[in-house]
């Protein structure tokens, strides 16, 4: 297969220029914000405004994974996977309205340490850490990676682990030097970046196939032409395995025979998405790091806007890719799919790069390729600083109690080096899994992973009557539940259309999306039957910690303060601290000193400026009313603009 490099001066000019603007904003970012303190270095100081808030929440959602993945399904499938795109606009206003305003009263920094807070112990802020961490790796990164690495497999004809290992020098190094604030910047510079050279392609890809009444006439029309010709013997080839889908350009499916069916569709990826937008530590960590509540809303809201754009600038060209190449990107026979992409189970994931180095002119060509960095190199630096602030945070202030800043910094760091030699090495998964489909294999992990924690924060900020034991049993069997399907499914192989995998269809005939209502509602029934049997949090532990009593005035006593004080005082005696005696223990007053988490990544002479803080004080959730009913205003508008895209393609 001839393929066309990006190896002329005017596409190398594009993209060192690319690379020169990111480093001069990132130099500039890390020269104007504190990377000093833990609170500099993992969120930005919370300094930060709605606009690039906006911008790092798109950028860190749409990675290349997104470009790749988008395309790829939508060139196999249609266009029914913008619904997960789509999906996100709904729920974009829980996070703005209902969630953050309870993270930001009760003044965490992780999500680890909010479930720590509102249900006392340390079990499930552990628990919740690792399988984070879990799947950062094996959903985001390693795919992101790969992602990547496709586009410029195609783009210059590297191996795919020399283009991996290239991405990742240059990510970490911006990544660990800079922290959040650089981040935040460059993503903004990125999101133009994306959506620039996304849009030129868009058009060009029209102009190709005709307009948009071109591709719904030949979509359908998009067969190889090598099926019989190559191997007329060998294999018995159903017409269904490379024949488009009728239901191409529907976004709501049979609920029995779709790939992606309708009840999965509204109601499973509302379950991820609720999961992945609300409680995960990369979206979360961004608007915590905003300058108010009013500037959360204005960025939610124009992430939002923005997620209107990937089934036009990435599914539909996808499509487009099939209708122009259907020999490459619709390839089933497995050696012919061996030589084209590198693996045997599809090759629908190279639609959008076979795009860009088959119609885009010179220069131009060089552009997509920064669009792609860009997207593949602001989502891995997000997710870095990320699972660094958790592991940090959560995880290694447990080994050494008495870590110090700088112990702390150092560690965030190394931790970043650690992840991404474990998810070069899952690469091989993701490249066969789910017939080849990368998108797929996304959600399906999170479909069997992420619902029992999407019901944990969902009834711990609106139901009081949840207690630890009811989250933490639920936690657990929720996990027991989604690894009795992902487990099956990863040891069987997901298969392709001419090679069914042999998992049972009682296990794996049940669609993931499917399974993820049937999981996240399980959890939920075992959560609050185990919280209404037990023992249950008295209000004085909860203020500012669910929704409804996120204006509480009154003093909170945090259900660990006792042990988190005697944490507290190890660490200032590990960074050489005089400990002063305290009158106050048993008292309620300590309380106060454990009413925000801040205190322990203080410089130790703030603490007692920081304890003495009155609880109205510590609340951060007061807006101005003028631009609080301007962001009201534009949430109804958004969701008057999702209701008719999703009725239109309905």
């Known amino acids: 297969m001839a393929t066309t490099m990006i190896n002329n001066p005017a596409d190398i000019s594009i993209i060192v220029a690319y690379f020169a603007m990111v480093i001069s904003v990132g130099i500039w970012s890390m020269c104007r914000t504190n990377r000093g303190t833990v609170g500099g270095y993992f969120l930005a100081g919370r300094t930060m405004s709605w606009w690039p808030v906006g911008a790092s929440l798109f950028a860190s959602n749409i990675g290349s994974g997104h470009f790749v993945g988008l395309a790829g399904t ?105 922290g959040l604030a650089a981040l935040m910047y460059t993503d903004t510079v990125q999101t133009f970046v994306i959506i620039t050279g996304a849009f030129v392609l868009t058009g060009f890809s029209f102009a190709k196939v005709g307009g948009y009444s071109a591709l719904l006439a030949k979509y359908s029309a998009a067969l190889p032409t090598n099926i019989m010709s190559l191997e007329p013997h060998r294999y018995n080839i159903s017409s ?118 088959s119609i885009m002119p010179s220069g131009l060509r060089g552009l997509m390729l920064a669009v792609m960095l860009a997207a593949l190199m602001s989502s891995l630096a997000s997710i870095f600083n990320s699972s660094s602030t958790l592991f940090t945070l959560d995880i290694w202030t447990r080994v050494r109690p008495r870590a110090s800043e700088r112990e702390l910094l150092i560690v965030g760091r190394v931790w970043v080096l650690c992840i991404v030699a474990i998810s070069i090495c899952w690469i091989p998964v993701v490249q066969a899994a789910q017939s080849g489909q990368l998108f797929d294999y996304i959600q399906s992990v999170s479909s069997y992973l992420a619902p029992p924690i999407a019901s944990v924060f969902l009834l711990g900020v609106f139901v009081k009557r949840v207690n630890e034991a009811g989250a933490f049993w639920g936690l657990i069997g929720g996990l027991m539940m989604g690894l009795c399907r992902m487990v099956p499914e990863f040891w069987f192989g997901t298969g392709s259309c001419i090679f069914p995998s042999s998992c049972p269809s009682v296990i794996c005939g049940f669609h993931y999306l499917h399974f993820a209502i049937v999981l996240f509602f399980c959890t939920s029934a075992l959560v609050l039957l185990v919280s209404f049997c037990s023992r249950s949090i008295e209000d004085i532990h909860l203020h500012r910690l669910v929704f409804s009593l996120r204006h509480s005035r009154e003093e909170r006593i945090d259900l660990d303060w006792k042990q988190e004080e005697e944490e507290q005082r190890e660490r200032r005696e590990g960074d050489g601290t005089k400990e002063e005696s305290s009158n106050d223990e048993g008292t309620g007053q300590a309380g106060v000193c454990h009413e925000t988490g801040r205190v322990w990544i203080s410089q130790p002479e703030n603490l007692k400026q920081e304890a003495s803080l009155r609880p109205e004080q510590l609340s951060t959730i007061t807006e101005e009313p003028l631009w609080k009913y301007v962001v009201d205003a534009n949430a109804l508008i958004m969701t008057a603009v999702a209701v008719f895209m999703w009725g239109y393609y309905a």
């Open 74 to 178: 939508g060139a196999a499938s249609g266009i029914a996977v913008g619904g997960f795109e789509w999906n996100a606009l709904f729920v974009m206003l829980l996070l703005g309205w209902i969630f953050v305003p309870v993270y930001l009263t009760a003044d965490v920094m992780t999500m680890p340490q909010y479930l720590q807070k509102r249900f006392g112990g340390k079990r499930i802020s552990l628990y919740l850490s690792v399988i984070s961490l879990f799947l950062y790796i094996f959903t985001k990164i390693s795919v992101d990676m790969f992602s990547g690495a496709v586009f410029i497999q195609q783009a210059l004809g590297w191996n795919i682990y020399i283009a991996v290992i290239a991405l990742l020098i240059i990510t970490a190094l911006y990544t660990v030097t800079g």
């Open 240 to 357: 269904h395995c490379y024949t488009p889908r009728p239901d191409a350009f529907s976004l709501l499916r049979d609920p029995t025979t779709g790939d992606l069916p309708w009840p999965g569709v509204l109601f499973g990826i509302a379950i991820v998405a609720g999961w992945y937008w609300c409680t995960d530590q990369v979206i979360v960590q961004r608007c915590l790091a905003a300058r108010s509540l009013t500037h959360v809303k204005a960025g939610c809201i124009m992430c939002g806007y923005l997620k209107l754009l990937p089934m036009f600038l990435m599914v539909f060209p996808g499509m487009i890719s099939r209708v122009l190449y259907p020999d490459e990107v619709g390839c089933v026979v497995p050696e012919v799919c061996q030589q084209v992409c590198g693996t045997g189970v599809g090759c629908s994931n190279i639609a959008y790069p076979k795009l860009v180095v």
